[in-house]
């Protein structure tokens, strides 16, 4: 079972630390994702303080952490990432910019700004001597000087800003190196290989290849329905059972989420029948992809499917080069959430207690390994005994893994703990959730934690 080796210290980002009582404010809630960085040298941490605007720097030492300063930045910070023991770049999401801070000054303060595109969310330092900045932002924004492409079919919306930190140009934006565009919605995590030679950029919102049929397109008369013709193509049929309440009252026509098999090829509903001729589209499923940081320009060399629905943070195994997701994998093809035994012809048939699952998806070269990080749960079972909840880790965030590449945190944002893995275990899939391996936090959910082994 993995224990936190004694020498490492983890520090930890909660909902952020307690600040005196201020006037009333607005906060947009901006995620964090990368809260936190250790300098090169490990004497200093430097955390985002989101609400306040501000980038907080704290010296490391035997005793602790010790508050040295306060640098306001953008609006809303919510990563960080040190290019060098002086020098500091903060993303800022609602300002959609980038702060760069010197933190060799007494006092540190920002001596530029860098305009990118809209919701910056994460940054990584790679390529050449570790100089290029790598930023995830959406595919358009207020400060971007591109084309946002808005009504512009098969173009991708996710894309990484690129800068080379050592030629930023006289421009007060900044002179970009260039902008990968990947074909993906809205993009988060940021990690980098060792080397330093090698981006992977996550899709957040990646989707898991489901989609709607309007009730047009589903048969009339429920599961009894024979197939059907619609506007010249066959339906295979109406809506799966139950279709009638606990009273006996029949539900309305609706229409039907469909989810697309990889193996078969084809748009199936929960009883594995084709709906082919309702869905005339393909919907790729690409959510992580790898970057080529040394290239001239840095480029897309490669995608991964299947990694998760909603993918929250990345970190790479220092030792081993595989790479960990954390995401969680939505059942939207399940269509109820009551107790499920009103006549479901197939199991599953609720949602209840079972909406999502909190997981780490390894990537192992072309592999993509799902792990349910709560393999104990019998969902059968509601509600489920209080020990089930102790054994859970909910909204896996940030992670971060030991220097020989053994041992896994992961921040659990919804159980307001630490989770603690055997990376062997993980990628085996042979661990066992267990409480004894979990840190509880207090003072709100984790979002992001950094290792300080010296």
Known sequence: MPKAPPTVRLLLLTAFLSTPAAASFTTFESGQVRPMALSPDGTRLFAVNTPDDRLEIFSVGTGGLTHTSSVPVGLEPVAVAARSNTEVWVVNHLSDSVSIVDVGTDPPRVTRTLLVG?????????????????????????NSPDDPELTTEGVGRADVWVFDATNLGSSLEGTRLTKVVLFGDTPRALAVSTDGNTV?????????????????????????????????????GGLPAPNMNFEGTPGPETGLIVKFNQVSGHWEDRLGRNWDNAVRFSLPDQDVFRIDATASPPVQTAAFSGVGTILFNMVVNPASGKVYVTNTEARNEVRFEGPGNSGCAAPPCTVRGHLHEARITVLDGASVLPRHLNKHIDYSEVPSPASVRDRSLATPVGMAVTSNGATLYVAAFGSSK??????????????????TNHVVVSGGGPSGLVLDEA
Do not use: K, W
């Open 118 to 142: 809209d919701e910056p969310r994460d940054i990584v330092f790679a390529g050449p001597g570790g100089n290029r900045a790598f930023i995830t932002t959406a595919h358009r924004g207020q």
């Open 200 to 236: 992977y950029a996550a899709v957040f919102h990646s989707g898991n290849q489901t989609t709607a049929l309007s009730e047009g397109l589903v048969c009339d008369g429920g599961a009894s329905a024979a197939p059907c013709n619609v506007s010249g193509f066959t339906m295979p």
């Open 418 to 435: 630490v989770g603690i893995f055997s990376t062997a275990e993980l990628e085996s899939d042979s661990f066992v959730p267990d409480a």
